[in-house]
């Protein structure tokens, strides 16, 4: 591993590293490209050169040859073979870019294409797994040929054999040059300077946005931004870093986690001035936010503006933190916290109020930004793996540096799968074993900063403009409740989750045996059979994390006074006042909190299990390979249907917990012909036992409720005396 976090390549024959050979070829070969391309240039401007247009009139048999001969060496295949660059709106445009539409690719873009070969080729020396992976090789060659539809077929495979997370990753070091083969072999002309752009690397910062308008980007600006000081907690006071070094702030951005909070620190350096140090994490996962700027939203504005709510919102910290005029400053960021830093270092009035010293970018798309200050050193350290620095059309085989004078770190590391290898965390790993030498670098670039730390202070970010994130509907009172996994929040909230629920109906004899061992407990009766559940959520975005979840339930009647059609009765009255619920027989989740709290909360018989369910689209599909559990198909016509609020019932030793579930969202009731579960013969028990013995596998459901896009909130379970 080189100091610059790069591993050697293959050496060539000549004893020269094969992938710094193929890089300066893609230099040459992309140079010979750009001639090619302003010589069609050239020649697109003579042709519709006013003075031309105007001897073919006046000498219609010399001049309309000339113009014919021209119009031929631009179009041809023989000759440049693209459309005409600069050609004006009208015919010669057109004709041009028929070409194009018709097949025949510009001279110019062919041989970038080639340039972009050799980049890929560079990669390989360092990825040879892709070349190995039949799946990825079959996406690079469908791409580099232009078949489209062998293309998509191959990207779908990839997707469903590695799953999304492992596909993202291996993509990542190819991404740009993917993209930039498919924009210049492609059919529309309108891609060219995209294409481009992503070939040569010469064009990031000119048109970031690639046709993309700044007033629709501007759109996406949720508001004016705020920021208030609060206090740390215990907790990570003990782990805030009170002597200044790269890892101790990389640490410290770790320990604030993604909740919309920064760090402002004084550092006493070695020669006794204080100097200061801004510390910003990344964009919390899962849906915007509209408490914080701290989101997808943000980060995407951050991306391609200088302007935001999160650089404003940093603004109005570091004014009431009272750092004083000419102060040095050191701006330290993870994933959007790095872009957000690189725009206030390209604030010239913020340059000028402060001398920004230092840039560190970790995990960030930062290659279209340049500070104000050239004098401000600037590193950028990425995982050739991580996605998200690739967003600014800069990827890991790219032939040309934008910025020669930063210190940039792309390495490989251990850590492949998206979102693990973006993590701070394995960042911090990998700068602690991987690469040390780019940590001892950046710690030498930093050594003014080197010192004890005398002031903290955390600010959190808001944007004053819009309410909480699920207001009014979440906006809840809370109360920690202790569990093995940590104290957890209760009601827990849900943000952002889809649903499905498939209803069966079951032998009430089967239904009663499958109940808690007390005689007054019993299932709900319809037309003399009982009702089995089997719901499937998808939760993207909650307080105790994302995670995927199958539940097995029946329906049961009051525990004291079960009377017949008590269900019926029960949708009369609001949910706190119900009786009946459902019992919940089987539970499995893929995350450990998911499962902890089901267990210790409330009481439910949960499995960590691997889940994977896509409910947003038309179609219901789950797969469970521990449980061998399958779902799917398309349900029948729906309606609506009112709140699906529920009573759900566990036990806990020799008591029953009864917790509340609350939900907002537009749920359908549809038929349940056009949905089927199937369990593979060697299925997991318990699960797939209580599937079997309800005699529900391989089964329609009568009826199906969905719910594509809902909130919810669970209550801590409120334990009864039965």
Known sequence: MRADGTAPGRPAPDGQDARELLRRCARDVVDVAEGIRAVSARTSATLFAPALTASARRRPRTGVAARWALLRALTSRQGLGGSAIVAPRGVGHLLGAAGEVLGRESLAALVAVSSLRLRIAAVLVDHPEFQRDPGMRRLTEAVAADRDLEAVR????????????????????????LLAIRALLDEDPKNDETGWALATGRELSADPLHGVSAARLAGLDKGEGAAEAVELTDQEKQVVATEGSFLGFLRNIEALSTDGRILVQNVRGPDGVVRYVVQAPGMAPGRPRNDSPQDFVGAWRNLFMTDSPYTRSMLLALADYGIPRGADLALIGHSEGGIAVMNLAQDEEFCRTYRVTHVVAVGSPIDGK?????????????????????????GAGSAFDPHPHWYEVDYIGPTHEFPLCHMLHEYIEHLRTVVPEAREHVDEALAPYRGPVVRTQAYQLKDRANPPEGYPFLTLPTASVPTTAGPVDMPVRYYDSSAAHLCFPVDAGTARSLLPGVTWMTPSRLGGRAMAVLSLYEHRCTTIGPYTEA?????????????????????LRRVDLRRTGRYVLSLAVTSEEARVVAREVWGQPALRMTVEADLMGREVSARSPDLGLTVDGRPGPGVRCPEADWILYGRRGESTVRTLVRAHGRLRLHRGGGVRLRLDTAAAEPFAGQVRRLGIDAARPLFVLTCPQF????????????
Do not use: C
């Not at 539940?551 to 949708?571: E, T």
């Not at 919810?712 to 009864?720: E, K, P, T």
């Open 711 to 722: 909130m919810l909130h669970r209550s801590s379970g409120a334990v009864l005396p039965r």
């Open 154 to 177: 191959a990207l779908r495979a990839l997707f469903r054999d590695q799953g999304a997370q492992r596909a993202l990753s291996g993509l990542a070091p190819l991404m740009a040059e």
């Open 370 to 394: 340049k500070p104000a200050d050239p004098r401000t050193w600037v590193a950028s350290i990425t995982n050739q793996h991580d996605i998200v620095p690739v967003l600014d059309g800069r």
């Open 551 to 571: 539940v097995l339930s029946v329906l049961v009647d009051d525990l004291w006074r079960p009377r017949p059609y008590d269900v019926a009765r029960d949708l």
